[in-house]
C-alpha cells in the first residue's frame, strides 16, 4: 500500500494536468471559433443593413419594389433581384453578394466631404473594429452607406438612398441598428436594430417589424408650422412619443418626425430618441452636402 501522501500527491497531479489539457482544449476551440462568429456576426450585420435599405425582410427572402412601389418578394437570379411570386429564402451566399454589390460603404468628415477608404488610405477592417463599440459617428471620418440600384453595374448609377449606423443606449445596455434614408437625405426608408439587451415583450420589440413599419415616410428633419423645412437650423432625429402620435402631435408638423411608443417601454424608446438625434446631428454636414447633389 502506498503511503497516503504519495496517494494525494498522485491525485493533485492528475487533477492539474487534466486542467491543463481542458485549458489548452478550450483555448483551441475558442480561436477556431472566433471566425466563424465574426463571420455570422458580420452576416447578421448585412441582413440588418439590408431590411433598413428594404431590400432583405425580416423573414429571410429578398423584396423589391413593384411598378406601383409597394414592397414584394423577389429572388436572386444572374446577379439580380427580380420579382417572384413565390418566396425563397435567400441564401447566406446570395445575401453577401447582394450586400457586397449594392451597399458600399464611404465616409464623411465635419464638413461633408465624401471619401472612400482607400482615397483615405485607411484599413475598412480596422476602423470597423475600432469604432463599432463607440459609435461611428464619433469617429472624425464617421461611416455610411450608399444604397445602389438593382441593375447588373449599380456601380454606374446614382445611389437610391443611403444607410447610417445608429448607437445609443436603451434601459439595460447600448443599443445598435441602421437607419436609411431616400436621396432627399431627409425621408426614411426604414430601420432596424440588430443588438439589444432590452426586456423581452417591451424594449425589445424595437426589434419587431410591426414597429418599424412605423418608419418608412418619416421625415428626419422636423418641418416647420409653415410647411417649409430649414435644414441648417431645424430639429432633427426622430422622437418615439410616450403614446399615439396622433393623440400627442395630431397632425402638427412634428407628427412627421415622431412614431408611436412602446407600451411598458418608455426608457428604451428615450434611448431610442437621444440616439436617432446625436447620431443624425453628426451626419448634418453630409445630409446638407447629399441634398445639394440631388
Do not use: H
Not at 430601420?191 to 418608419?215: H, M, R, V
Amino acid at each position: 500500500m502506498q503511503p497516503k501522501g504519495y496517494s494525494d500527491f498522485k491525485t493533485i497531479q492528475f487533477m492539474v494536468i487534466l486542467s491543463v489539457v481542458c485549458a489548452v482544449i478550450l483555448s483551441i476551440l475558442a480561436a477556431l471559433l472566433a471566425e466563424p462568429k465574426e463571420l455570422a456576426k458580420d452576416l447578421d450585420r448585412s441582413k440588418q443593413m439590408m431590411i433598413a435599405a428594404k431590400i432583405f425582410s425580416p423573414e429571410g427572402y429578398f423584396i423589391i419594389r413593384d411598378s406601383e412601389g409597394k414592397l414584394t418578394p423577389s429572388i436572386f437570379e444572374n446577379g439580380i433581384l427580380k420579382p417572384s411570386t413565390k418566396i425563397k429564402p435567400a441564401s447566406n451566399k446570395e445575401i453577401l453578394e447582394i450586400y457586397n454589390k449594392r451597399l458600399i460603404p464611404f465616409l464623411t468628415n465635419d464638413q461633408g466631404e465624401i471619401k472612400s477608404f482607400q482615397e483615405i488610405g485607411m484599413d475598412e477592417a480596422k476602423y470597423l473594429s475600432e469604432y463599432k463599440k463607440l459609435g461611428y459617428y464619433r469617429a472624425p471620418w464617421k461611416l455610411f452607406y450608399e444604397i445602389l440600384p438593382n441593375v447588373e453595374n449599380p456601380e454606374k448609377e446614382k445611389p437610391i438612398g443611403y444607410v447610417i449606423p445608429v448607437n445609443g443606449f436603451g434601459l439595460w445596455d447600448a443599443i445598435y441598428g441602421y437607419i436609411a434614408i431616400e436621396p432627399d437625405a431627409n425621408t426614411i426608408i426604414g430601420i432596424s436594430w440588430y443588438d439589444q439587451k432590452e426586456t423581452p415583450g417591451l424594449g425589445a420589440n424595437i426589434t419587431e417589424e410591426p414597429w418599424q413599419n412605423l418608419f418608412p415616410g418619416k421625415k428626419i428633419f422636423l418641418e416647420s408650422p409653415n410647411g417649409s423645412t430649414d435644414f441648417i437650423s431645424a430639429p432633427i432625429g426622430i422622437t418615439v412619443v410616450k403614446g399615439k402620435v396622433a393623440e400627442v402631435y395630431g397632425d402638427s408638423p412634428k407628427a412627421k418626425s415622431a412614431v408611436d411608443g412602446m407600451a411598458g417601454a418608455t426608457l428604451t424608446g428615450n434611448g431610442v430618441t437621444d440616439a436617432y438625434k446625436q447620431v443624425l446631428s453628426a451626419y448634418r454636414p453630409l445630409l446638407l452636402k447629399l441634398q445639394n447633389k440631388k
